[in-house]
């Protein structure tokens, strides 16, 4: 059974362009979350998609967008790039939104490695 | 959403059991309670979830007192491929990560 998958695995931009990633959350899972993680920090939180709808943000500026396709898979956006935002960009897929058959159990793919030079 | 609180970092010896503190005060009546471990550029791994008491399986225990405002992720005997980063989770969706415990294990 396949798992979580992203691409493209690494990427090198350049400040000010902009960039689209993809997940495809494991088959039967509904819920695709995107997280920014840093060297040295744990992953911080970007989006939460379920049944196509945005149902929870973190605290990252307009320039960062998702969307999610009626298949469940999704992609993350990202205009006028900053240097800042060098990051390994994780994608991972839950059965669920909410706790209503127990948490939101997630599964990460290996992640989107971007570069901005 | 719960804040939790780790140990930045922790050292062990292969052998050894190591237990990982989380902190979660603001736990709330509905909130589950979820630990990953992260080798470096892989994303997170699940390790073990729980609600209360104690809870086992093939590669941890997690023990949760009764008022649930901590928990307590046992590895027994580590290995050298136990060094990795620990996260531990509360919450029931928007699931945000702290920034974990750096567990080094050594020969």
């Known amino acids: 059974d396949a798992g979580v998958t992203q691409s493209p695995t690494h990427l090198i931009k350049t400040r000010g362009q902009q960039v689209t990633l993809r997940c495809s959350p494991i088959s039967g899972h509904k819920s695709v979350s995107w997280y920014q993680q840093v060297l040295g920090q744990g992953p911080q939180f970007i989006f939460q998609?379920?049944?196509?709808?945005?149902?929870g943000r973190g605290n990252f500026p307009d320039r960062f967008s998702a969307r999610q396709f009626p298949n469940y898979s999704s992609e993350l956006n990202v205009n006028a790039l900053l240097l800042g935002d060098s990051a390994l960009y994780l994608c991972?897929?839950?059965?669920?939104?909410?706790?209503?058959?127990?948490?939101?159990?997630?599964?990460f793919g290996a992640g989107s490695r971007l570069t901005v030079l | 959403l719960a804040k939790t609180t780790q140990p930045i970092s922790m050292d062990s010896y292969e052998g050894q059991e190591v237990n990982i503190t989380c902190s979660h005060n603001n736990i709330a009546t509905n909130d589950y309670i979820t630990w990953y471990q992260q080798f470096p550029s892989q994303g997170p791994r699940f390790i073990i979830q729980?609600?209360?008491t104690k809870v086992t399986n093939e590669v941890a225990s997690l023990f949760i007192p009764a008022d649930r405002k901590s928990s307590t992720l046992s590895l027994p005997r580590v290995s050298l491929s136990d060094t990795a980063v620990y996260y531990c989770?509360?919450?029931?969706?928007?699931?945000?990560f702290g920034a974990g415990t750096r567990l080094t294990v050594k020969p």
């Open positions: 991972a897929s839950s059965v669920a939104r909410d706790g209503s058959s127990g948490a939101n159990v997630l599964t």
């Open positions: 998609y379920y049944e196509k709808e945005e149902r």
């Open positions: 989770l509360v919450g029931v969706r928007d699931m945000r």
């Open positions: 729980g609600y209360k």
